[in-house]
């Protein structure tokens, strides 16, 4: 559609959805089944400044080149940029903050680059599932809905995700690495999605009425660096 490739698919569903996903702005459009060829093509005709405006969005976000997992590099925890140092000693391996400028990884002696970033998931993992018990204390009351289950995965084009069914849901283990509010939103988000599943007008209602702020941390988010990823859809 004007030089932009359009995924387009056509689901048993009441409204149309839009989707433009990083690192390279792939874009996917969900549909109707009662809607037209022509219908569709107006449709994604009518978004293609939107649609625009995103692509140059992600254009213009900061990448991380490939981690290499060795001394020097640079990793991010909360938001905040340290320096990789790598001890290599006969003991179960660590991950501690050094200084406040050091990411320290303990390993045993010629560990891969598989194993280090195994030990580092799992411990960015466990900062993030310390943190959710204490923000959903905080937000079920002012949301109005309790979470009956949450976990924690790498998704590669979202940065969380629910089921509002099993009123489940699941965040993105990479938020780890961007700023505290980040994941506070989009905890928030997934919580208002149990509630509104769809990113109407009511939606934004019900965000504005919680999070009155959340444009901000969403905004916050967009700009933090995009990690490396071998990205195959």
């Not at 490939?66 to 000693?89: K, T």
Request: aromatic residues 8%.
């Amino acid at each position: 559609m004007r030089g932009i490739p359009v995924e387009i698919v056509r689901k048993n569903i009441r409204n149309l959805h839009l989707g433009v996903y990083p690192p390279n702005g792939r874009v996917r459009f969900a549909f109707p089944l009662h809607l037209n060829d022509e219908a569709v093509r107006l449709a994604v005709i009518s978004r293609l400044a939107w649609i625009h405006r995103q692509q140059e969005s992600f254009e213009r976000q900061d990448r991380q080149s490939e981690r290499e997992m060795v001394n020097g590099e640079s990793h991010y925890i909360a938001g905040r940029r340290y320096r990789l140092a790598v001890v290599e000693a006969d003991t179960p391996p660590a991950v501690r903050i050094r200084n406040n400028t050091t990411l320290e990884l303990q390993v045993r002696p010629s560990s891969s680059r598989g194993f280090r970033e195994v030990v580092l998931a799992r411990w960015y993992r466990a900062r993030i599932r310390s943190q959710v018990p204490e923000l959903l204390a905080k937000w079920e009351p002012v949301a109005g809905v309790t979470v009956a289950e949450w976990g924690i995965k790498r998704m590669k084009t979202r940065w969380g995700t629910c089921n509002a069914n099993a009123r489940r849901i699941w965040l993105n283990l990479e938020l780890a690495k961007k700023p505290p509010s980040c994941l506070e939103y989009i905890l928030v988000h997934e919580m208002i999605h149990l509630r509104e599943r769809h990113h109407n007008e009511r939606f934004r209602q019900l965000m504005d009425s919680v999070m009155p702020q959340w444009r901000v941390w969403r905004d916050v988010l967009n700009r933090a660096p995009l990690a490396h990823e071998d990205w195959n859809y």
